[in-house]
């Protein structure tokens, strides 16, 4: 009863910018850690911004320094700003979050997102 719906994917020049918004809904009492993946044609699915629910951030080491992950609780809403994107950025971009769906039963499971693509080609 949970969904994930990434948005704001596109084709972006080399240098470019996008804002990807990933926005759950349903039967959700309270969103832990989130995360933005990607996953290229025959790669593996990686890790590129992650963030707690407190608000700390770490990023892939490929990102570092261009990308900004963020989230606005009331709208159960995570954010990657991309900025200086490169052909290497290319994929598809998956939103996570490891979810509690009950008032009361504490226990929490990830969910995807069925992802959004990223172009970054001139």
């Known amino acids: 009863q949970v969904q994930l719906v990434e948005s704001g994917g596109g084709l972006v020049q080399p240098g470019g910018s996008l804002r990807l918004s990933c926005a759950a809904s349903?039967?959700?009492?309270?969103?832990?850690?989130m995360g933005w993946y990607r996953q290229a044609p025959g790669n593996q699915r990686e890790l590129v911004a992650h963030i707690t629910s407190g608000g700390g951030t770490n990023y892939a080491d490929s990102v570092k320094g261009r990308f900004t992950i963020s989230r606005d609780n009331a709208k159960n809403t995570v954010y990657l700003q991309m900025n200086s994107l490169k052909s290497e950025d290319t994929a598809v971009y998956y939103c996570?979050?490891?979810?509690?769906?009950?008032?009361?039963?504490?226990?929490?499971?990830?969910?995807w997102g069925r992802g959004t693509q990223v172009t970054v080609s001139s």
């Open positions: 996570n979050a490891d979810i509690r769906t009950s008032i009361t039963y504490r226990a929490s499971r990830g969910y």
């Open positions: 349903g039967r959700i009492f309270r969103i832990n850690d």
